[in-house]
């Protein structure tokens, strides 16, 4: 089955520690996304990317690092700079970046708690 | 500055009733506009999508949604709810090759 595959399901992270949450598509999208839901706020765009080895800053980069070597993977970095890092956080792809009125498919999520 | 809003957090309805689930949206130029529905702990699954033509858009799971653009509004509608369908609902608009999503509406259907 295609889709979008998210692990892990959940992790947990000591203070001061990078950890990293990994998303696999094999839908043969050009664009991926990396999304962060919190609780009343809906989503927001972390990191997204339409080619491999090329990648935009969000609307909340900050503390956030992820990396396109390869279509198929787009894995985010939290890193120790990200001050409030507990969210359940969503990858997603799309067709295309610039196709207009393409919807987007979701991983199932990773719920990240910092202990 | 774009964006979308969701002015209800929670809409109860019992099974069998008529469900709407409201939205409006502040985009420039034409929108393109998404209703998601996410289950507890899960990803969102796209529902609907409005691009051009008919105001009324037909989705999956029964669902459909009414564009209106005097009002900017696209409200997610089912004739009549299941308690399958208790869950989260986003609506969303695509602005700028980037996709902005309202906070969310907790759909509960009482038995």
């Known amino acids: 089955d295609g889709g979008i595959t998210q692990s892990p399901k959940y992790l947990f992270r000591k203070e001061g520690q990078n950890v990293t949450l990994s998303c696999e598509q094999n839908?043969?999208?050009?664009?991926m996304y990396w999304y962060r839901q919190d609780p009343g706020q809906g989503l927001r765009l972390i990191y997204y990317s339409q080619i491999v080895n090329d990648f935009q800053k969000g609307d909340i980069a900050e503390g956030y690092s992820v990396s396109r070597e390869k279509k198929e993977s787009f894995p985010l970095t939290v890193t120790s700079a990200q001050k409030n890092p507990t969210a359940f956080y969503l990858c997603?792809?799309?067709?295309?970046?610039?196709?207009?009125?393409?919807?987007?498919?979701f991983g199932q999520g990773t719920r990240l708690t910092v202990v | 500055a774009q964006s979308v809003a969701q002015p209800e957090d929670q809409v109860n309805v019992a099974e069998g009733n008529p469900l709407t689930v409201k939205c409006t949206y502040s985009v420039s130029g034409n929108p393109y506009l998404f209703w998601y529905v996410q289950y507890p702990n899960r990803g969102l699954q796209f529902l609907l999508k409005?691009?051009?033509?008919?105001?009324l858009v037909k989705g999956s799971y029964g669902f459909e949604a009414e564009f209106n653009k005097s009002q900017t509004s696209f409200h997610l509608k089912k004739p009549s709810a299941l308690v399958s369908d208790s869950a989260l609902y986003f609506c969303?608009?695509?602005?700028?090759?980037?996709?902005?999503f309202g906070a969310g509406t907790r759909l509960f259907v009482k038995a």
């Open positions: 409005y691009i051009t033509g008919d105001n």
């Open positions: 969303a608009a695509e602005g700028g090759f980037k996709t902005i």
């Open positions: 839908l043969n999208h050009d664009a």
């Open positions: 997603a792809s799309s067709m295309d970046l610039f196709l207009p009125g393409a919807e987007a498919f």
